[in-house]
């Protein structure tokens, strides 16, 4: 698995490919991916569970953020849902696999997710 990249407050920071899944269940503890999906649909995202996922993040990349400091660069400069949406897009791409995605050179359609069946 590749590694993941992100930034935060114009610094990049790197989750080694072996920890990707470790590091999304402790973002799952404060925020789930049907949580976060819902809030940007709804253009409300639940900034306080972002911040304390983001944060578990941080935490896994090897930086000490806490969920206050992740809360005021969303405040910043009255951009907050722009803000919130950008640390939310940074979530959603370790939480999500990346075959998920539209692949734009090939014009791939997203697969869709496997359906349930009752046993």
Known sequence: MNDF???FKD???R????????????VEEHLT???LLTGIEKQSPPINKICLGFSALMKSAG????????REEI??????????????????MLMVPPEWFVDKADKKKVPDPPEETSS
């Open 63 to 70: 930086a000490y953020v806490t969920p206050e400091e992740v």
């Open 75 to 92: 405040f910043k400069n009255n951009m907050i849902l722009n803000n919130a949406v950008i640390v939310a897009q940074d979530l959603l």
């Open 15 to 26: 989750i080694p490919g072996n920890k990707i899944i470790r590091t999304a269940g402790a």
């Open 33 to 35: 991916l049907q949580e």
């Open 11 to 13: 610094r990049e920071y």
């Open 5 to 7: 990249t992100f930034t």
